[in-house]
């Protein structure tokens, strides 16, 4: 069956340390994977696109690598902060071309930064 | 700014009492669409519109209905509500392409007594 994992467990790390959540998937291929932020309460915030051809992509204080062989994706944070407590969504997309995306889920990890 | 609206916050109904969920962009996007999430669970996509195009996912149950009436507004029925259906519902866009990224609301929160 296709499935997405995500770090069940919350993640808690020490704030100015770096953060690594984890995004693995069975029996998808994806075109494109996409992070998103999301707050209690809140929608979803788009983060960082990565396409499959791409094995890493940064921005500011984020990374994300893209390994198809291992059908795995890493989301980094480095000196993290506190405002970055959040739960953070990975979502394959599986680019099936035409004129729209449809992104599948997963459940997301929380990130818990301790000052 | 151009965002993406949803209204009420807050609903509550009833069981088996319709409830219509309202979504409205200034982003001008081509692409609507319906997730659906429960607590602690990832979004799941219930439909979504290409312009006035309908798609609806496989599993979406009938109970759930939506409407496009034009670019900017997108809502979302559902007729008889039972109590499995209290859930955060988000609404996003995105633009034309097999690449976006989505641009959601900040969602309505549904409870069901």
């Known amino acids: 069956s296709q499935k997405i994992e995500q770090n069940s467990e919350a993640l808690n790390i020490q704030e100015g340390k770096t953060a690594t959540l984890t995004c693995n998937y069975t029996?998808?291929?994806?075109?494109?994977l996409q992070w998103y932020r999301q707050d209690p309460g809140r929608g979803p915030v788009f983060l960082l696109l990565i396409r499959e051809n791409e094995k890493e992509k940064r921005k500011e204080r984020l990374k994300v690598t893209f390994d198809t062989t291992l059908k795995q994706s890493l989301f980094h944070i480095t000196a993290s902060q506190p405002a970055d407590s959040a739960t953070y969504l990975c979502?394959?997309?599986?680019?099936?071309?035409?004129?729209?995306?449809?992104?599948?889920f997963g459940t997301g990890t929380l990130l818990a930064v301790q000052p | 700014d151009a965002m993406v609206i949803q209204n009420p916050r807050y609903q509550v109904t009833q069981f088996g009492k319709p409830v219509t969920l309202s979504c409205s962009q200034t982003l001008n996007h081509n692409v609507m669409y319906w997730y659906q999430q429960k607590s602690s669970q990832a979004p799941k996509l219930l439909f979504h519109y290409y312009d006035k195009d309908f798609n609806n996912e496989a599993d979406t149950p009938d109970n759930f209905q939506s409407r496009r009436p034009n670019t900017s507004f997108c809502f979302l029925d559902i007729r008889s509500p039972g109590l499995g259906d209290a859930a955060m519902y988000l609404c996003?866009?995105?633009?034309?392409?097999?690449?976006?990224?989505?641009?959601f609301g900040s969602g309505t929160q549904l409870s069901v007594l």
């Open positions: 996003a866009t995105s633009g034309r392409g097999s690449n976006e990224k989505l641009f």
């Open positions: 029996n998808y291929s994806p075109a494109y």
């Open positions: 979502a394959l997309d599986m680019g099936w071309g035409g004129a729209t995306n449809k992104l599948i």
